[in-house]
């Protein structure tokens, strides 16, 4: 049992450069998350999604776009990236009853220069 | 409006100190459900507790213990004999029951808690 697995950890980017950055996980959980965290600051949230194939938007989804074909996966686009979207980004998993408590992966560093 | 205030952006503390955080929320629901997650110098994301809106019990575990006072709206955390391996950003969240909830999490902006040797 893996948990939330995301990948790659670091990425630098030259602007205007696209990515995808991936998140698996492996506890069949309905609701995911991504978030980006910048530097002494806390989480915003970009996109969630609730199950396969239903997506929405965060506080700060501009820059991004996710998809869910499947339970596992749910991979955040970064197009045309700006070095407003250098940050830490952070994929979180939770399942659907009363416990709630998001799980997270172990993030990606992405520097946009 | 929901929101979750963590008023001490940082705390210094010299080790083997008492240190309380701070967690203040707002919530429109009546059935709520309370977090703090750890993030240590090393980057990730540690969940450390949740309470729900019914249960006012105090939780201790070793050195961590947990207030919720309703009546205050306050959820705040306690670490009794601060080691310097407790020096992290500490979150509080807050997730709501409402059907449009989505079972997001609101956070707080967290408190930088630095244990001095």
């Known amino acids: 049992n893996a948990g939330v697995t995301q990948t790659p950890k670091f990425r630098i980017l030259k602007i205007g450069q696209s990515m995808t950055l991936q998140c698996t996980q492996d506890?069949?959980?309905?609701?995911m998350y991504w978030y980006r965290q910048d530097p002494g600051m806390g989480l915003k949230l970009i996109y969630y999604?609730?199950?396969?194939?239903?997506?929405d938007k965060g506080e700060v989804p501009n820059g991004y776009n996710v998809s869910r074909s499947t339970t596992e996966d749910f991979p955040l686009r970064l197009e045309l990236a700006a070095p407003s979207q250098t940050s830490v980004y952070f994929c979180?998993?939770?399942?659907?009853?009363?416990?709630?408590?998001?799980?997270f992966g172990p993030g990606t560093r992405l520097t946009v220069t | 409006a929901q929101k979750v205030t963590q008023a001490q952006t940082e705390i210094s503390v010299v080790e083997k100190e008492d240190v309380t955080l701070d967690c203040v929320y707002e919530t429109r629901d009546t059935t709520y459900y309370l977090f703090w997650y750890k993030q240590p110098p090393s980057g990730e994301l540690v969940f450390l507790i949740r309470r729900n809106s019914f249960d006012e019990q105090n939780e201790i575990s070793g050195r961590y213990s947990w207030n919720f006072q309703k009546s205050t709206s306050s959820f705040n955390f306690t670490i009794t004999a601060s080691q310097v391996v407790d020096s992290a950003v500490y979150f509080c969240?807050?997730?709501?029951?409402?059907?449009?909830?989505?079972?997001?999490?609101?956070w707080g902006a967290g408190t930088k808690l630095i244990i001095k040797p």
């Open positions: 999604s609730v199950g396969a194939g239903i997506t």
């Open positions: 506890m069949n959980h309905n609701y």
């Open positions: 979180a998993s939770t399942a659907r009853g009363p416990l709630r408590e998001q799980y």
């Open positions: 969240a807050l997730s709501e029951d409402l059907m449009d909830s989505n079972y997001q999490l609101i």
